[in-house]
Structures are given as structure tokens and as C-alpha cells.
């Protein structure tokens, strides 16, 4: 199972397949992998309905739409309106389902996608406890990497998913599904889709509705594609990118009419990539600290966009950009029991814990239904006493940012809030990524894999990432070679634009392998 999207609609066009074969085959794929075999644990909820869906498609006359037939993964805090619960891999919302699609879920329907279930995710979007590890949830387990499934004494993975969008990457890598939809904060696309060997779109904030997606930051949170293909991240971002009246966010969106058609393998010629890194003046927080097959995989990637006529101007960005203002971060005391710095702060997004309890809350009041006779949760307050109770099975590894979060107001006055807001935005764009852009006369500025997720998400700007080569260690730790990806981030609204240098480079770099399972 290691297509495309675009190789699969081929076929089921041709009618070599039908939409019913693949949904049992991804199926029995997962049977054999996920629940067995190196039980990579992606998928949290299959849809009872999947083969019903694909049935109807198969039988559909008329024209073809653009994702007919093809199965789909959601994270599981994106909204349903079907049997399928929506549970940010809580245990607490367990037995909470939505009250109708989230504006992503009905366009993937109405493009003919069929909504094969729901995928594992790190707990709350990892925002839940100080060191959780990625792909961990309270009511999916430990989700683990394809490529080196291999865990430690804890049963925690020595090579992480990377997340929050852990499921979904897994599950693409593993050929558990066509394509699958993440979410994002800072990084929880870049991250899993490095680590997994995939191409990801972190879209400009505004491009893809919000809308029924479990929230942390309404500033800073996005939905989008964790497929095997540039074409196929552009095919999906065709299909969920458009205003949404549910979104205020959405009405100011900028979009071509299709970014498929503005992929182009000549992108590269003539475009200036910026290279964020300074060694001589100690300005080097992105590629300083990368080990040496990292650095090597970015040697050879720069040298592949060099190639194919990229200028590259290596240029370092205003260290206050990158640091931050003061009040952006807050000290939360870690509790984690199985963390090497329990006991000690960790600096975590004022503007996260802020936004969280106002998102949720509005979540639970406006989308959330519940089981008949189950408790319901009113607001996160109820998520931190329940987890408070049932702790054996929720609190692994705590809840030191849920319970912080729910100690603010939650109504979004709170002058702390409100200054770190605008410091974000000050360091971000306004001294950050915008004068790095005009000063160099860049197309996008070239991060290695997730490490400049923070700077662009806090700015509301886009990324695209897309795999580059392999690497043999995670931190001081040898390891099985697993992928490194590289990404382009630009100004708003310039998907298009980076879509069409990743496309470029995808195809010099040539076909990119499937984990061997």
C-alpha cells in the first residue's frame, strides 16, 4: 500500500480497483500492523460505517469528485457528526461525540473522501503534561515510529512518532491509509511528518476552517495534509482550504485557485532560499545544534536546491526575534513521576494556557454531546478533576498544563494574556520573519525538519515540509536510521509558492521509500 492519493484515484478511475478493496485492505493492513506485529498503535477508532461509505462511492454516477473513494484519517480532535467519537485521546471524552462535522470532516465528504476513523495523537495536542511523550494518549496508548519501533524500560519510544499529530503520520507511513488530516500549534504537523518520512502543509492561519477541531490556541492552531506527495498535499489543501462563516479567520484568506496547478519541478530556478544560520556571531539556534547525519542531510539537501538554480543566502535573523519578549512564557512547576526534571519549571506559550481553557470550554458548550447516562465534562475544570480521580489510568505522566490552564480566567482579559500576545507577534513578524524577507529578497527561509515550527506558528505564517534523507541518532542515542525532513516557511498566504519549491525539490531528490514492516 505504498501509493499516492493521485496514483489511487488514477486507478479507481480506470476501475482497477474500487473504493470497498481499498477499505478493506487498509483494514487488514492495520489488523496486521497496528494490532499486531510491531503494534504501531496509530489508529484509535475505526469507522463501523467505512465500508457502507466506499460502497455508495462505488455505486455513485455522474462525475467524479475530486477525493472520490479514497480512505482518510482524522486526528481525533477533529469533529464528526457520525457514531465516531471525538475525544482528543482523553479519557474524560470518552464518550463524547460531536454534535455535527467540523468544517474539515463535511469538505472531505463532500469530495467524495470516505472517513475511514479517527487516528491516535498525543493527549490534548500535547498539551496536557510536562514531557508526555509524543503519540501518547490516556485512551490510545503508546502510538510508535515505523521506522524504528523499538521502546525503552518505560515502554516509551526510543525513536519518537513525533506530534501531536503522531496517528496520522504513522498511520500514512504505514500505508494504513490514503492520506490523513493533523493539526497544528508549533509543530505538531512539521514534527510527526519529519520523523515519518512525509510531506505536510502547515497552512497560513485563516486558510482551513477551525471549526469543530479541538482547540489550543485560536491564534495560532491549523488543520492540514500528512500525505506521501506534494501533489497529494496540494490536492487535499484544494479541497479543505476555503472561507468558513464559522471561522471570522477564514474571510480573509488569500488562495490561487488551485494549488495543484501551481506546481512546477522548474520552482527552484532562480529562487532565493534564505539559510537562518550565523555561526560567526553565535546567531545559529536552528542549525547549531543539529548532529552530524542531520547536518549532513541538510548539506545535501541545500546542495540539491543549489542544483536546480536555488540562490541560497545564508543570513542570520534578529536574535530578539527567535528569544522572544518577556511574559511570553510561563513557569509551570513539572510533576511528571516519570520525568528526569520533575520537581523543577518548565517555560510553556503564555498565550497556549490562556487560549486553551477558553477553547475548550467553548468546544465543550458548543460541539460536544455526550453518551445517555455518561458524565459530562462543562468546561476543563471537569477534565482535571476527572483525570484527578481516575489517575491510575489518566495521569501517567500528569497534567501540570491542564491544570494550569484551568487557573485562568478563561475569558482572554487577563493583561498577561494580552502582552504576550502582542510580544509574539512584535518578535515573530514584526522584527522576526517579515524585514528576514524583504532585507534578503527571499521566497522562503529553509528550516531543518520541525525546528523553526515555533518561530513561523507564532507569526500565523505558512510552512511546507517534505522529506529530505535519513538520520542515526535521536539526541545522544544511536538509533535505526529514521527520516529527516526539510521544510520552507514563507509570509501568509504564500502556500502556493512554497508548495512549488517543495514539488521542485521532491523531484530532483527522487521517490522516497515506505518504512519495511
Known sequence: MNETMTQLLEALQAGRTTSLALVRAYKQRIARFDQKGPRLNAIRHLNAEAEALARASDARKGARRPLEGLPILLKDNVATGDAQPTTAGSAAMQEARARRDATVTARLRRAGAIILGKANLTEWANMMAVGMPTGYSSLGGQCRNPWAPDVDGNAIPVVPTGGSSAGSAVAVAAGFCAGAI??????SLL?????????????TVGLVSQAGIIPISHNQDVAGPLVRSVADAALLLDVIAA????????????????????????ALRGARIGVPSDPEHNNDP????????????????????????AVIVRAGIEPRAWVGGPGTEMAVLNTNPLSPKR????????????????????YLRDWAQWEKGARRMRGLADIVAFNDEHAARCLRFGQDFLREASLTRGDLGEPAYRSARRMDIWASRTIGIDPYLRQHRLDAILFPSRTGAGFAAKAG?????????????????????????????????????????????????GPFPMPDL
Open 343 to 362: 520537581g523543577t519549571p518548565e517555560r510553556v506559550s503564555t498565550v497556549f494556557l490562556h487560549e486553551l481553557k477558553a477553547g475548550v470550554d467553548a
Open 286 to 309: 536552528w542549525y547549531g545544534a543539529l548532529s552530524p547525519s542531520a547536518k549532513r542531510v541538510m548539506a545535501d539537501a541545500i546542495a540539491i536546491l543549489e542544483d536546480q538554480g
Open 243 to 266: 472561507p468558513d462563516p464559522r471561522d471570522a479567520k477564514t474571510a480573509r484568506q488569500k488562495r490561487p485557485e488551485s494549488f495543484l496547478a501551481a506546481l512546477d519541478p522548474d
Open 461 to 509: 505564517y505558512p510552512s511546507v515540509q517534505v522529506p529530505a534523507g535519513f538520520v542515526t541518532h535521536w539526541e545522544d542515542i544511536e538509533t535505526k536510521p529514521y527520516p529527516y525532513g526539510i521544510t520552507f516557511t514563507g509570509p501568509a498566504w504564500s502556500e502556493a509558492r512554497l508548495l512549488a519549491l517543495a514539488y521542485a525539490f521532491e523531484q530532483a531528490r
Open 191 to 203: 514534527s510527526p511528518a519529519s520523523q515519518n518520512g512525509l510531506v505536510t502543509v502547515k497552512p
Open 182 to 187: 493533523g493539526t497544528e500549534t508549533a509543530g
